[in-house]
């Protein structure tokens, strides 16, 4: 089984950036692609981006393309949300998750969510 730790949330001004990791921990993650996603209160969970197993395909919803990047370092087995030109609509708490397979955009199509990590971010 696999455990998902968020990290590097908190509180930022619009403009400024972030760099979120999730650190996988008790399996590789390297044999998986993986998805970030966000729930902001009284939201239901959105998706945000998808990287494939060798980091060669990448996918974001549409209001992030151009500002957020996603990748990852198998040998550190962690994946990274680079967030730049943060707007206050960015604000909610950030998790990575494991795909099982079908369409990435889907929550119900990944599993080992992690506990999230939140990002605020003021006018």
């Known amino acids: 089984q696999v455990q998902l730790v968020e990290s590097g949330g908190g509180l930022v001004q619009a403009g400024d950036s972030l760099r979120l990791s999730c650190a996988a921990s008790?399996?590789?993650?390297?044999?998986?692609?993986m998805g970030w996603f966000r729930q902001a209160p009284g939201k239901e969970r959105e998706f945000v981006a998808y990287?494939?197993?060798?980091?060669?395909?990448?996918s974001y919803t549409d209001s992030v393309k151009g500002r957020f990047t996603i990748s990852r370092d198998n040998v550190k087995n962690t994946v990274y949300l680079q967030m730049n030109s943060l707007k206050p609509e960015d604000t909610a708490n950030y998790y990575c998750?494991?795909?099982?397979?079908?369409?990435?955009?889907?929550?119900?199509?990944?599993?080992?969510w992690g506990q999230g990590t939140q990002v605020t971010v003021s006018s």
């Open positions: 998750a494991r795909t099982l397979g079908g369409s990435w955009s889907l929550p119900e199509n990944y599993s080992y």
């Open positions: 008790g399996r590789t993650i390297s044999s998986y692609a």
């Open positions: 990287i494939n197993r060798s980091g060669s395909i990448t």
